[in-house]
């Protein structure tokens, strides 16, 4: 996972309008960078503390302009992910509370939710319509306090946002309280560093599907900050160190494999859409120990 987002600062000087930054993303390195770290997915973080997209969605900029860009980046990564073997899915913020525009466009506060998940189907089936199978998923964030507590029409929500690929992943992020609702496929793990999961309910050397539990059915994942932060946003600061050697990383995918739960690093990342060598080098020399352990 990288929070690639309008906060994001480059390794030094100024940060660029967030379209031009679009424009010049750095696409073929950054699929470069994911193939060496052995990643099987990429978990893109489109909107997050502000509602941008990175691509010329009709249906944003029909709610408020100037959010989107004429560049189709997700496109673009979904196409160079794709020829090294490597997924593409996208993250997904509902609002923030530091957007306050947004929050006003989009119906966000309105008693009434209809027009606010309206605007929300047409965003995600538009993107969904759009790149088809090359979108592998949907990874929805606070569906505990953005989603749930405004009784969200989950069964149009989940066919909005498998428009284009019906075996799209969907999950909506309830962070360490039980499953929101029955529409959806995995459950996202934010947090959970223990390979045994929520409640430590998995079972070593089953098939990662929790057995019982409100989470019942759903794939396990745990999705880890492995730096300092989910987003980059320090000015002329470079990415800190990763929180693990290979040595520990190496023994949390056992772990993890043992318990067929699927591990979500979010490193950060430069404006320019560069990944920290350093952290990369780290998750290369992990994999390399885990297949010298086989």
């Known amino acids: ?23 010049d993303f750095n696409v073929e390195g950054f699929a470069d960078q994911v193939r060496q770290t052995g990643a099987g997915f990429v978990v893109l973080t489109t909107s997050h503390a502000m509602q941008y997209f990175p691509a010329p969605l009709a249906s944003l900029e029909k709610i408020l302009p100037g959010r989107t860009s004429q560049r189709d980046l997700v496109a673009d990564l979904a196409a160079a992910l794709g020829k090294r073997g490597i997924k593409l899915m996208l993250y997904f913020h ?27 189907q ?38 909005a946002a498998k428009a284009g690929f019906s075996q799209r992943l969907v999950a909506f992020n309830p962070w360490v309280l039980n499953s929101l609702t029955e529409f959806q496929d995995f459950f996202t793990g934010e947090g959970f560093e223990d390979p045994r ?37 320090r000015k002329d600061t470079a990415i800190g160190n990763p929180r693990w050697n290979p040595e520990q990383l190496a023994g949390m995918l056992k772990g993890f494999s043992e318990y067929r739960s699927v591990p979500i690093f979010n490193l950060e990342i430069y404006q320019e859409g560069t990944l920290s060598p350093a952290t990369v080098d780290m998750l290369h020399a992990a994999q390399e120990l885990v297949k010298g352990r086989k």
């Open 1 to 23: 996972m990288t929070h690639w987002t309008q906060q994001s600062m480059p390794r030094q000087g100024d940060p660029k309008p967030y379209a031009q930054a679009v424009a």
């Open 94 to 120: 509902l609002g923030a509370s530091d957007d306050g525009e947004w929050l006003k466009a989009s119906g966000f506060w309105e008693t009434d939710t209809s027009r606010c998940f309206g605007n929300w």
């Open 122 to 159: 047409a965003i995600i089936s538009e993107a969904g319509e759009r790149y088809q199978d090359k979108l592998a998923g949907w990874w929805f964030d606070d569906g505990s306090t953005s989603y749930y507590y405004r009784s969200a029409p989950w069964g149009k929500l989940d066919r």
């Open 197 to 233: 999961g929520y409640n430590e309910l998995l079972v070593r050397g089953g098939n990662g599907r929790y057995p019982s539990g409100t989470h019942q059915g759903l794939q396990a994942s745990a999705c880890l900050i492995t730096e300092g932060d989910w987003v980059h946003n």
